[in-house]
C-alpha cells in the first residue's frame, strides 16, 4: 500500500500520514492549527510504497489537487502503465490525465539498457533491411546508436532502463 504525509503550509499545525482520499479527508476535518483554525492546504509527500509509484509520484507533480487520482491509478495501473506515463509526463512533458490510456500516449518506449542495445534490436528485427550474414560482422552498432540518439533518449524508471521518442 502506498502511504502519503500530508504538510501543512500552515507553521503552527502538524501533518499526518494516510493511505486513501477518505483517510485524508478525515484527518484534514479534524485538523488544526495552534490557534484552533482549520488547516486547509497541504503539501503532499510519497512516503513508502513501490519504486514505480515513487517515480510515478515525482513525475506528475503530486499535489493536493491530484493525490486522489495518483492513488488510484497506483492501485489500478500495471508497471508497463506506469512506465508509459511516467516518462511522458516526467521526460516528454505531457499532461497527467488518469482518463486516457496510458498506451496511446504517442511515445515509443523499449525496455533495453542503451541506444548501443536498442541498434542491434533494429538490425535484428531487420529494419535496416536484410543483411547478409557475411556483412553482419562489419556493422557500425555504435554509429547508428549515434544517429538514434537524434529522436531517442534513455530514462531509468523503479531501476529499469528504457529507450523512449517523444512524437
Known amino acids: 500500500m502506498t ?9 503552527s499545525a502538524t ?4 493511505e486513501s482520499v477518505e483517510e485524508f479527508d478525515a484527518k484534514a476535518k479534524a485538523n488544526r492549527n495552534d490557534y484552533g483554525q482549520l488547516v486547509e492546504e497541504y503539501e503532499i509527500q510519497f512516503i513508502d510504497g513501490e519504486a514505480i509509484d515513487c ?26 502503465e506506469k512506465v508509459n506515463v511516467i516518462i511522458a509526463v516526467g521526460e516528454c512533458g505531457y499532461n497527467f490525465d488518469p482518463d486516457e490510456s496510458s498506451d496511446q500516449l504517442g511515445i515509443d518506449i523499449y525496455a533495453v539498457d542503451t541506444l548501443r542495445k536498442l541498434a542491434e534490436q533494429f538490425v535484428d528485427e531487420g529494419l535496416y533491411g536484410e ?10 552498432f555504435d554509429a547508428i546508436a549515434r544517429d538514434l540518439s537524434v529522436e531517442f533518449s534513455e530514462a531509468t524508471v523503479a531501476g529499469g532502463r528504457y529507450v523512449y521518442a517523444c512524437r
Open 55 to 80: 517515480d510515478l509520484a515525482k513525475a506528475i507533480g503530486i499535489n493536493q489537487a491530484n493525490f486522489g487520482n495518483f492513488l488510484k491509478c497506483a492501485d489500478a495501473w500495471e508497471a508497463h
Open 131 to 140: 543483411i547478409p550474414e557475411s556483412l553482419q560482422y562489419y556493422i557500425d
Open 3 to 11: 502511504q502519503l504525509h500530508a504538510q501543512p503550509y500552515d507553521l
Open 15 to 18: 501533518g499526518f500520514y494516510f
